[in-house]
């Protein structure tokens, strides 16, 4: 970050589709990419990261360590967090042994104000909040598809826009990503939950349908754009207006882009925890601390933690220490 030939390093806590993904870019640019890993550790440690792109390419990606535990350097200059915002998951704690006086904290998560958590924990640091508007998936241990899209939004949190956005803009763009950089992290972050919290719970409630699938439904089409509409209302309120052509943006977009499996529907098929609260939960709580009336998000919001329930309860029983060892 200092001189022209100094080689930044970054952690990559989360090394899933979208951190292998992303870290494998920061580490064609130079960057000394390190990686925690849970379970896919022994796979990336002997064959790497292979990344298959449609309209990038293929490459093979090898972090510069791999850890199962996080590393307690201080060293990094930045930590990417791109693990699931979930409720039983203290963020904070996971992290908190890597970060050194000089890391940046980049999270590439899904929600809305995800980020105070770890302001409140770190605030002499940096927070740079980050949308990945991408479809990545990881099929199986040390493989990530990358099936379309890619583009990155930065910006410092709760808002401006200091070096570390920038830095990290022009090596993403250097590996070929379209990387903007934005003032208003939290306006843009309300601009993905159009797309992220109709199609995400929908995706799940209505047998698992992919978004071609969705898209071809005159009702569950009708029903995306009920619950946009819902959001714009949502966002207006929340002093965070948005354009009205948001909402067929989307629409063409996701009419454009191959079959794709949301996240949630992703973490649903393999009976992993999904990100309710996170995607939903936020939205429905200022709904209700508003008094506006959102009928649609308040009843995928209250089916989708239903169906979570069943998703949660080993890894309570195992937090707990309730369950059988």
């Known amino acids: 970050m200092a001189a022209n030939n100094y080689a930044p390093s970054a952690l990559i806590v989360g090394f899933g589709a979208i951190g292998g993904f992303y870290g494998s870019l920061l580490a064609r640019q130079g960057w000394n990419v390190d990686a925690l890993c849970r379970g896919n550790a022994s796979v990336i440690r002997e064959f790497g990261m292979q990344i298959q792109s449609p309209s990038a390419g293929s490459w093979n990606f090898h972090p510069r360590h791999v850890f199962t535990s996080i590393p307690a350097s201080g060293e990094y200059d930045f930590l990417l967090l791109t693990v699931k915002v979930l409720d039983?998951?203290?963020?904070?704690?996971?992290?908190?042994?890597?970060?050194?006086?000089?890391?940046?904290?980049?999270?590439?998560?899904?929600?809305?104000?995800?980020?105070?958590?770890?302001?409140?924990?770190?605030?002499?640091n940096a927070v740079i909040s980050a949308l990945a508007f991408v479809c990545v998936t990881q099929p199986e241990p040390g493989i990530v598809e990358h099936q379309a899209y890619g583009r990155l939004v930065l910006g410092d949190y709760p808002g401006g826009i200091g070096p570390g956005p920038r830095t990290l803009q022009k090596a993403f763009q250097a590996g070929g990503i379209e990387c903007s950089i934005t003032s208003n992290i939290i306006k843009a972050r309300w601009g993905k939950c159009v797309w992220n919290s109709s199609f995400n719970p929908i995706s799940v409630l209505a047998g698992g349908?992919?978004?071609?699938?969705?898209?071809?439904?005159?009702?569950l089409r009708q029903l995306v754009i009920e619950v946009m509409q819902e959001i714009l209302l949502l966002a207006a309120a929340d002093g965070n207006e948005l354009d009205e052509r948001i909402i067929e943006r989307n629409l063409t977009d996701t009419d454009h882009m191959p079959p794709y499996a949301t996240s949630m529907l992703n973490d649903y098929q393999h009976r992993r925890p999904m990100e309710v609260d996170a995607i939903l939960g936020t939205l429905i709580r200022f709904a209700r601390a508003q008094n506006l009336s959102v009928p649609r998000l308040e009843t995928l919001y209250k089916l989708m933690l239903s169906i979570n329930e069943t998703m949660l309860t080993p890894i309570i029983a195992r937090v707990s220490g309730s369950g059988k060892s």
């Open 88 to 124: 039983h998951l203290d963020r904070a704690a996971l992290i908190r042994p890597a970060v050194g006086a000089r890391t940046a904290i980049v999270l590439i998560e899904n929600g809305l104000y995800i980020e105070d958590p770890i302001v409140s924990a770190f605030p002499e």
């Open 209 to 219: 349908r992919d978004t071609r699938q969705i898209m071809n439904n005159p009702e």
